[in-house]
C-alpha cells in the first residue's frame, strides 16, 4: 500500500525530463520540417538555375556567341 501511494504522486507530478523531452522532440520536429522545406526549395532554384543555363547555351549556340572575340 505504501507504494501505491508513494507511485501516485509521481504519476501526478510530470517528470521534468519527460517534459523536457517533449518540448525538444517538438522543436526538433519543427526544425526539421522547416529542414525539409528549405531543402526542396534549394532543388528548385538550382533547377531554375539549370534550366537558365540551358537557355543561355542555346541562345550563344543560336547567335553564334558573337561576345567572343
Known sequence: MAAGKREEPS???????DALDEVMTE?????????????AQVEVIGAGQEALAAQVA??????GNETQP
Open 11 to 17: 504519476a501526478e507530478t510530470p517528470d521534468p525530463a
Open 27 to 39: 522543436e526538433m520536429e519543427t526544425d526539421l520540417k522547416t529542414q525539409h522545406e528549405l531543402q
Open 58 to 63: 542555346a541562345l550563344i549556340k543560336q547567335n
